[in-house]
Structures are given as structure tokens and as C-alpha cells.
């Protein structure tokens, strides 16, 4: 049972690169969702998509650009990457609304040189 | 002010002991609660949802004080595959989920 899966997991760009980071999940659920993660920080939400095609801005969206490809799949678009977006991220569904237990994809290290 | 915050600890026990993890947050509208443990280079995964009655799980027991805006986690009779981050989470509304910087575990033998 895949649940929520990410690639790449690991990916090393030059400032001014743009990549795209894949996420599907196997779980029919509602909601999706990117984090990112920083070293002595929780989480903070990039972007959301609380049900098929839709989007919203989370805590800190500059920088970054999402689609809901349809409800299995929640890229994240880097178009000109910075050393700033150095992290990791992760994706995550819920079925949303209620209690909206997340559950997470293993993550993608992103180093930004 | 954080949103969410935690003791980063870390906290060293030996097996067996108990260890107890305090976390506050500011907003007093947030609607549920949770406790994530999150490996080292792993992703968070639920370890129980807090309610305002409290709960247990075995060895684990979650608190919730809405009054105080402050959440708790118990740990009893540690076991050496407790060592993690713990991670205080709060739902502020249903996609608005805000994470505390987590608390780190080592349980030693």
C-alpha cells in the first residue's frame, strides 16, 4: 500500500533552475498538501488544495507555484530556484475537513547551490 | 510568538523512565490536536490525535487544556524504540495546520 508518494527524493539545483516535485497519493483523499521543513522549525505549508481543482496560498507561498493535476497527483513548481528554498519538502493528503489527519510522503532534500 | 511551540529538548532518559512533552499554542480557535513522531530523515506520522477529554494508546497518553491553550504527551516505560522527534501539531481550521519545531527523544539503555 504506497499511501503517498514523492519524487524525486533527493535533487541538487543551481540558483535560477526551475524543477518540478511529483506527489500522488493512492488513499482517494480529498485534500493535499506541500510542507516544507527547515533545521529548529515546524513545518510550514507552501500550498494546499482542499478538493479537486483548487488552490491556496499556505503560511509561505513566494517562490513556489502548484497544480492539482487531478485528485491523485499535487506538483510543487520551483520556476527560478534560490539558495533560500534549501530544504526539505513534503507532501501530504487528508481526507479533509473534521479532524484532517495528514498523512506524508517520505519527503525531497532539495539543495539549492 | 510561534504559533506552536515546544520544548526542543532534547531529552535524554534511560529505558523505563517516564518522560512527559508540553507544548502551547496561541490560536484559541484551533479546532484538534495532535501528537506526530517523526524519525530522523523520515516523515512525520500520526502518533495520536488529542482530545479534550484526554486519551491513551498503551504507553502514551495525550492531554488537551483548551483553558490554558496547552497539550501534553506522556510517555511511560520508555522503550529504546521511543527515540524521535515529537511533534506538536493544531489544526487552526480545517487546511491551516500549524506544526510545532518538535521535541527530541533519546532513550538510552
Known amino acids: 500500500n504506497a499511501g503517498v508518494t514523492q519524487t524525486p527524493k533527493f535533487q541538487v539545483l543551481k540558483t535560477g533552475q526551475s524543477m518540478t516535485l511529483q506527489c500522488a497519493q493512492d488513499?482517494?483523499?480529498?485534500?493535499m498538501y506541500w510542507y516544507r521543513q527547515d533545521p529548529g522549525m515546524g513545518l510550514r505549508l507552501i500550498y494546499y488544495s482542499a478538493s479537486e481543482g483548487t488552490t491556496d496560498k499556505g503560511e509561505v507561498p513566494n517562490g513556489y507555484n502548484v497544480s492539482r493535476l487531478n485528485k491523485r497527483e499535487f506538483s510543487l513548481r520551483l520556476e527560478s530556484a534560490a539558495p533560500s528554498q534549501t530544504s526539505v519538502y513534503f507532501c501530504?493528503?487528508?481526507?479533509?475537513?473534521?479532524?484532517?489527519?495528514?498523512?506524508f510522503g517520505a519527503g525531497t532534500r532539495l539543495s539549492v547551490l | 510568538r510561534k504559533e506552536v511551540e515546544q520544548d526542543p529538548g532534547p531529552f535524554n532518559v534511560p529505558e523505563g523512565a517516564t518522560v512527559a512533552f508540553n507544548c502551547t499554542y496561541s490560536?484559541?480557535?484551533?479546532?484538534?490536536f495532535f501528537w506526530y513522531r517523526q524519525d530522523c530523515r523520515k516523515e512525520p506520522k500520526l502518533l495520536m490525535s488529542?482530545?479534550?477529554s484526554g486519551n491513551e494508546d498503551g504507553r502514551f497518553t495525550a492531554q488537551l487544556n483548551r483553558a490554558s491553550q496547552y497539550i501534553s504527551l506522556l510517555i511511560r516505560d520508555s522503550k529504546l524504540s521511543d527515540s524521535a522527534t515529537y511533534l506538536c501539531?493544531?489544526?487552526?481550521?480545517?487546511?491551516?495546520?500549524?506544526f510545532g519545531a518538535g521535541t527530541r527523544l533519546t532513550v538510552k539503555p
Open positions: 501530504a493528503s487528508s481526507e479533509g475537513g473534521g479532524e484532517n489527519i495528514q498523512y
Open positions: 490560536n484559541s480557535a484551533s479546532q484538534s
Open positions: 488513499m482517494n483523499h480529498n485534500s
Open positions: 501539531v493544531v489544526n487552526e481550521n480545517n487546511n491551516d495546520m500549524r
Open positions: 488529542v482530545y479534550s
